[in-house]
T-cell receptor
């Protein structure tokens, strides 16, 4: 099993550009989430999904979109990148809300 | 507003000592409290977790103590080793509402040989 994979590992964008961060898992997990990690702020939940076709907002959803068309994939879209979105982004998956969340290796995004 | 407050921000412990990290929460609906360990350049990994129906859980050198009335929980690392040097995050969730986890701000632990 590859676990949770994320691409790209690093990305630099200009303000206003859009892009999609990819996340995939091969553990047949229903639950998937996106977090951003900023110094001194821990991890903050952006969006989450409890199954294919079901998504919901977390703490900091503004400026981000998600969709979940398959169990395996949960892409995160930045619609119009802003410097405030400079962060490290982590995707995570779990069987359900009582089981271990497995995190991907992260994507380091810089918006200039 | 930080749903889960974590302290200290950083901690330096001698090898063989006890490392203690504390977290506090306000929302009494939280019913799952995991601790994560993160090494530089890596994603967080689950270390140990507890539910509020028990006051303590131990796995090897790692122990969670849970005080429901005080709305506090803590991580104790016994016989701390240099390999334990990492950032530790506490978290809390309400399992029946889905998958919303709230994380503390993290504690950077350094274990000195």
């Amino acid at each position: 099993n590859a676990g949770v994979t994320q691409t790209p590992k690093f990305q630099v964008l200009k303000t206003g550009q859009s892009m999609t961060l990819q996340c995939a898992q091969d553990m047949n997990h229903e639950y998937m989430s996106w977090y951003r990690q900023d110094p001194g702020m821990g991890l903050r939940l952006i969006h989450y999904s409890v199954g294919a076709g079901i998504t919901d907002q977390g703490e900091v959803p503004n400026g981000y979109n998600v969709s979940r068309s398959t169990t395996e994939d949960f892409p995160l879209r930045l619609l119009s990148a802003a410097p405030s979105q400079t962060s490290v982004y982590f995707c995570a998956s779990s069987l359900d809300s009582y089981n271990e969340q497995f995190f991907g290796p992260g994507t380091r995004l810089t918006v200039l | 507003q930080q749903q889960v407050k974590q302290s200290p921000q950083s901690l330096i412990v001698q090898k063989g000592g006890i490392s203690i990290i504390n977290c506090a929460y306000e929302n009494t609906a939280f019913d799952y409290f995991p601790w994560y360990q993160q090494f530089p350049g890596k994603g967080p990994a689950l270390l140990i977790a507890i539910r509020p129906d028990v006051s303590e859980k131990k796995e090897g050198r790692f122990t969670i103590s849970f005080n429901k009335s005080a709305k506090q929980f803590s991580l104790h690392i016994m016989d701390s080793q240099p390999g334990d040097s990492a950032t530790y995050f506490c978290a809390a969730s309400i399992s029946y509402t889905g998958n919303q986890f709230y994380f503390g701000t993290g504690t950077s632990l350094t274990v000195i040989p």
